[in-house]
C-alpha cells in the first residue's frame, strides 16, 4: 500500500529528495527540544552537508499539492479560492500563451531574422527604421522578414 501511494503520487519526487526533507524534519525537532528555537535553514544544510536550496526544495517537494480552486474562506455566501489570492506580476495580460509560442518560434529563426522581427512587431519600427539600424535596405529588411514569417508559420502548422 505505501509503495503504491509512493509511487502513484500526482507529483513524482525522487527518493532522495523525500529522505532529505525526512531528516531535515527529524533534524528540526531534535533541534527545537534541545535548543528550544527553530533552526534556520543555513543550519539544516549545514548539517547535511548540502546547499540551502536543496534543503528548501526538499521540503516544497513533499507538500501535498493543492487546487488553485480551493476554497480558502467561505462566509456562507461567496468563497474566496487560492486562485483569487495568486497574484502573476509576468504574465499580466491575457495572451501569455501566445507569447510563450512566439518566444519559442523565435529561438528558431536566426540572429538576423530575430533581430528584424524583433524591432518590427515587438518594438514597433517600420521597415526604414529597422533597414538604416542595422544597415541593410529596406527591400532587404522586407525579404527577411517575410522569410521569417514563412519559417515561423512552417514550425506552427
Same mark, same amino acid.
Not at 529522505?19 to 524534519?25: E, G, N, Q
Not at 480551493?70 to 502573476?88: A, C, H, R, T
Not at 536566426?110 to 541593410?136: C, H, P, W, Y
Given at each position: 500500500?505505501?509503495?503504491?501511494?509512493?509511487?502513484?503520487?500526482?507529483?513524482?519526487?525522487?527518493?532522495? *529528495?523525500?529522505?532529505? $526533507?525526512?531528516?531535515?524534519?527529524?533534524?528540526?525537532?531534535?533541534?527545537?527540544?534541545?535548543?528550544?528555537?527553530?533552526?534556520? *535553514?543555513?543550519?539544516?544544510?549545514?548539517?547535511f552537508? *548540502?546547499?540551502?536550496?536543496?534543503?528548501?526544495?526538499?521540503?516544497?517537494?513533499?507538500?501535498?499539492?493543492i487546487?488553485?480552486?480551493?476554497?480558502?474562506?467561505?462566509?456562507?455566501?461567496?468563497?474566496?479560492?487560492?486562485?483569487?489570492?495568486?497574484?502573476?506580476?509576468?504574465?499580466?495580460?491575457?495572451?501569455? $500563451?501566445?507569447?510563450i509560442?512566439?518566444?519559442?518560434?523565435?529561438?528558431?529563426?536566426?540572429?538576423?531574422?530575430?533581430?528584424?522581427?524583433?524591432?518590427?512587431?515587438?518594438?514597433?519600427?517600420?521597415?526604414?527604421? *529597422?533597414?538604416?539600424?542595422?544597415?541593410?535596405?529596406?527591400?532587404?529588411?522586407?525579404?527577411?522578414?517575410?522569410?521569417?514569417?514563412?519559417?515561423?508559420?512552417?514550425?506552427?502548422k
Open positions: 500500500m505505501k509503495r503504491y501511494l509512493r509511487d502513484n503520487n500526482s507529483i513524482r519526487v525522487s527518493r532522495s *529528495v523525500r529522505d532529505l $526533507a525526512y531528516k531535515a524534519i527529524q533534524f528540526k525537532e531534535r533541534y527545537v527540544k534541545e535548543k528550544g528555537k527553530e533552526p534556520t *535553514v543555513d543550519e539544516i544544510a549545514k548539517e552537508d *548540502v546547499t540551502r536550496e536543496d534543503i528548501a526544495f526538499s521540503f516544497d517537494a513533499i507538500q501535498d499539492p487546487s488553485l480552486q480551493e476554497p480558502i474562506y467561505n462566509d456562507g455566501n461567496e468563497s474566496i479560492f487560492i486562485l483569487d489570492q495568486v497574484k502573476d506580476t509576468k504574465n499580466t495580460d491575457e495572451l501569455w $500563451a501566445e507569447k509560442t512566439i518566444a519559442g518560434a523565435l529561438t528558431k529563426l536566426n540572429d538576423r531574422e530575430k533581430l528584424i522581427i524583433q524591432k518590427r512587431f515587438f518594438d514597433s519600427k517600420t521597415q526604414m527604421e *529597422v533597414a538604416e539600424e542595422i544597415g541593410i535596405s529596406q527591400a532587404q529588411v522586407s525579404r527577411l522578414e517575410k522569410n521569417a514569417i514563412k519559417n515561423i508559420k512552417r514550425l506552427y
